[in-house]
């Protein structure tokens, strides 16, 4: 049994919006939800399924379902930090392929910045076995993900300037994008001179923090061949966790290693044939390591493969994050899995702005990490292809 | 990252000699009695095996920095590290009575115990 060419990306949205005043998360959900559908060219009565995460209100997703009066014959509420959007697309495929529903909904909002309720209240009312052992010692997600860097940088010798790199790609292709909240094209120099936030990461290695949100229409191939949209195959999905293994550790590598290979090989293609990547970028390390763990280079090489603009449309080998990414444009709700997705559609229907459309995309991949980098996280990737 | 609100402490049965020994300045591992692997941190079930027969394993408190990180946005600023000990399993803590700039990977770090609201936690000085 397979998701390959079983289900379609029929419709995608992102809402304008990076600083939601006065609206509620509902109805950023509704709002996106509606976008989505009004791109694929369908409406809410045929929607059969709806994934959603912490992010929406109310206890799974009963709330939305009411607010936005769907009817539906599965829900899935795959709670695994900004990555669930992604694992909602390999489960909202499954669903598909065996014929439970025909037509799945997938949202995100978020409002880390006007306030509303943070994610993932339910589960994490109870306490995880985990805090009395780490919260004393003040993680922080900085702080966490830096030290991913750090390890990194003493094992392969990976320098800030390589990181610096993946930064200024992400602005050369948010300099295009009018909704991007940082749009001025950046240089290495510019940031490893801005201020260490946590060691060794500086302030431009991180992602913006901002409202939004964004949707997903996924469908039957039957539903597809009627709609005029262009259409976007799933041709193969994987998902992972990685957690501290009871203390044997190793923070250079991430669960990507995992769920690509099984993305990979569901999909039958290689890392030399994807046109366009959409990968996590919270923060820089994030990228430079989920590149090496999906197989775009070897391990250890991901600062050499960084640099020089090799991640920029138009000038490198494997463009990245051509909307800006988190790192420039948006990242609803501190969760990035959603808008990796929605701009890997854009490049494969060739919607991407054109300074920065890929030729000839015909294949993406698109990947997130959710929760905490280097103790545990969820990954899921996905691989796409132009219909 | 928020606090636990309950005491998740005093609701683990389990972990009650675990945290008697911090009282006492005393770091335990936990070992498995089937497959004897080294866990930590410690649960009453064995994380590779799922056997819930084991014994409890006092680290030498002596280890080394596998990664760090110092929070500089913070007042005051605060070393977060990964310190890999002695015995083998890696766990999350501060570096303390440490110069802040002089922090390496592969630094030796001795273990000591700070009460902190009420818990006693395992962290680490420059050896």
Avoid at chain 1, 125 to 149: G, H, R, S
Avoid at chain 1, 161 to 185: F, G, T
Wanted: aromatic share 6%.
């Amino acid at each position: 049994m397979t998701i390959k060419g079983k289900a379609y990306i029929a419709g995608i949205f992102e809402h304008s919006t990076r600083k939601a005043e006065g609206i509620p998360l509902s109805q950023l959900h509704a709002e996106v939800a509606k976008g989505a559908l009004d791109d694929a060219g369908l409406t809410v009565a045929d929607v059969d399924g709806y994934f959603c995460a912490g992010d929406a209100p109310g206890l799974g997703g009963f709330s939305m379902a009411e607010y936005m009066g769907l009817r539906v014959r599965q829900t899935d509420c795959t709670e695994t930090g900004g990555s669930s959007y992604i694992a909602h697309l390999n489960h909202a495929a499954q669903a598909i392929a065996t014929g439970k529903i025909k037509v799945a909904l997938i949202t995100l909002a978020g409002k880390p910045r006007t306030g509303g309720a943070p994610p993932g209240r339910p589960p994490m009312a109870v306490i995880p076995p985990d805090a009395p052992f780490e919260l004393p010692f003040k993680p922080t997600v900085l702080n966490l993900y830096a030290m991913c860097a750090r390890r990194h940088m003493h094992e392969f010798g990976t320098t800030s300037e390589q990181l610096a790199w993946i930064k200024v790609a992400a602005s050369h292709h948010a300099q295009h994008n009018p909704h991007a909240m940082l749009r001025d094209v950046v240089t290495v120099d510019e940031v490893v001179n801005s201020p260490i936030v946590a060691d060794p990461l500086h302030r431009l290695d991180c992602c913006v923090v901002s409202d939004g949100g964004g949707a997903l229409v996924v469908v039957a191939p039957e539903i597809a061949a009627q709609l005029r949209r262009p259409k976007v195959r799933i041709l193969g999905a994987g998902e992972a966790i990685k957690h501290t293994n009871g203390g044997e550790m190793d923070i250079t590598w991430s669960g990507a290693v995992w769920s690509g290979a099984k993305a990979f090989e569901e999909a039958g293609v290689r890392p030399a044939d994807i046109k366009y990547v959409s990968v996590y970028d919270s923060f820089t390390i994030t990228v430079l390591m989920q590149l090496e763990d999906l197989g775009f280079c070897a391990k250890g090489e991901g600062g050499r493969f960084v640099a020089d603009g090799n991640l920029i449309s138009g000038v490198g080998k494997l463009p990245f994050n051509t909307d800006g990414g988190g790192l420039c444009n948006n990242h609803p709700g501190n969760r990035g899995g959603m808008t990796k997705v929605l701009e890997a559609v854009r490049q494969l229907r060739g919607e991407a702005h054109p300074a920065v459309q890929v030729k000839n995309c015909d294949l993406a991949l698109a990947h997130g990490t959710g929760g905490y980098l280097p103790t545990r996280h969820g990954s899921a990737t996905v691989i796409l292809e132009r219909a | 990252m928020s606090e636990p609100k309950d005491n998740a402490v005093a609701a683990d049965r389990a972990m009650v000699p675990y945290w008697e020994a911090a009282r006492a300045g005393r770091l335990l591992l936990r070992r498995c009695s089937t497959c004897s692997e080294l866990h930590y941190y410690p649960r009453p079930l064995c994380p590779f095996c799922l056997s819930s027969e084991g014994e409890w394993v006092e680290a030498s408190g002596e280890g080394v920095i596998y990664s760090w990180s110092v929070e500089r946005r913070a007042n005051p600023p605060y070393a977060i590290a990964f310190v890999t000990l002695r015995e083998g399993p890696t766990l999350m803590s501060n570096i303390v009575d440490c110069d802040l700039d002089g922090l390496a990977v592969g630094q030796a770090v001795h273990l000591q115990f700070e009460e902190r609201e009420g818990q006693p936690v395992p962290v680490f000085r420059p050896s």
